[in-house]
């Protein structure tokens, strides 16, 4: 049995990293994709992992399978395909650390994951299971993805969903509307940003998102907010503020979200509430996911990005002196 499971994209993000003596851009290979990147952070937080997947078999899917041996997670259920490249990721970064997707996966590797490929053994003895969007953008990893959640619910894991919503892998925005909302019902517990509470939920505001989320059989949901911090529910919960933890020097958000979201699983496994969370036991979970993810932010990457449990205690330490 392990702690937490999730199913979904391995990729590379090659992220802008200055410019060469010829004035051209500079990019550093760095392990990334959402559902891994939850995974690294509940795992350097003390927990058990493991992954769901599939990657080219090339010398960037090597490279993603070593990295995730590295960090403790377990390679079970990682495929590697001849039919298909690992899927690239190029992120340019803004100001603050913001940053812009461009992707090359027509198809991915990880788009061709099939429902016979599943791996039982980690979908089915899991604690927590987890799942995004992006492998909902296409077949056969839908319903592969699909699947395996429902499998793992069956088992009775907590499920929990992340859209991560990108939009230049959609056909529409309508389209992934229709494909989040049709996961949803899966979800035990939900985490949107601000701009997906809308896409998620047809809601008007992130209060009403979350009531929308809990009226819909959800045990807790979560929209953060970036630097506002995020708004958390439970039933018979109204929304709970939580503001964001200080980043003096923002780096790189890839992953932010992604550590926000495994920090907030991992406390809440570690509180024995993740099933349904109380009021203590959500803001508890939100202080540490929030302070995780500020210092996610102030590092290079979204894999290797993740604090240590130490990191995370010195820095709530801090901000309580």
């Keep these: 049995m392990v702690d937490i499971a999730a199913i979904g994209e391995l990729l590379i993000d090659f992220t802008e990293a200055g410019r060469s003596a010829g004035g051209m851009r500079l990019f550093e290979q760095n392990p990334g994709g959402a559902p891994c990147n939850l995974l690294a952070a509940a795992a350097r937080q003390g927990l058990s992992a493991a992954f769901i997947g599939k990657v080219g078999e090339d010398a960037q899917g090597r490279f993603l399978k070593r990295t995730l041996e590295k960090e403790g997670i377990d ?13 690239l990721a190029f992120v340019s970064l803004g100001e603050g650390g913001e940053r812009e997707f461009s992707f090359a996966r027509k198809p991915g590797a990880d788009t061709l994951l099939r429902r016979d490929e599943i791996c039982r053994e980690v979908a089915e003895h899991c604690r927590a299971f987890c799942f995004g969007s992006l492998s909902l953008t296409g077949e056969p990893s839908r319903e592969a993805t699909l699947e395996a959640a429902a499998m793992a619910k069956r088992a009775g894991a907590a499920v929990a969903f992340d859209p991560n919503y990108r939009p230049m892998l959609w056909g529409s925005r309508e389209e992934a509307a229709g494909q989040i909302r049709r996961a949803l019902p899966l979800a035990d517990i939900v985490k949107l940003s601000e701009e997906e509470a809308g896409l998620a939920t047809g809601a008007d505001s992130p209060e009403q998102a979350l009531r929308r989320l809990i ?5 807790a949901a979560a929209v953060t907010l970036g630097e506002r911090g995020a708004l958390l529910m439970g039933r018979e919960l109204e929304p709970l503020p939580v503001p964001a933890a200080p980043c003096p020097q923002p780096v790189d958000a890839t992953g932010a979200g992604d550590c926000w979201f495994g920090s907030f699983l991992a406390r809440l496994l570690g509180l024995g509430a993740l099933q ?15 302070a995780a993810a500020a210092l996610s932010v102030g590092r290079r990457g979204g894999m290797p990005s993740m ?3 130490a990191e995370i205690e010195q820095l ?3 901000a309580a002196r």
């Design 316 to 318: 709530l330490g801090g």
């Design 307 to 309: 604090p240590t449990i």
């Design 215 to 219: 009226e819909g059989g959800a045990a």
């Design 276 to 290: 349904s969370p109380g009021r203590e036991q959500l803001l508890e979970a939100g202080r540490w996911a929030a």
């Design 75 to 87: 390679t079970r259920g990682l495929l590697l395909t001849g039919e298909a490249f690992t899927t």
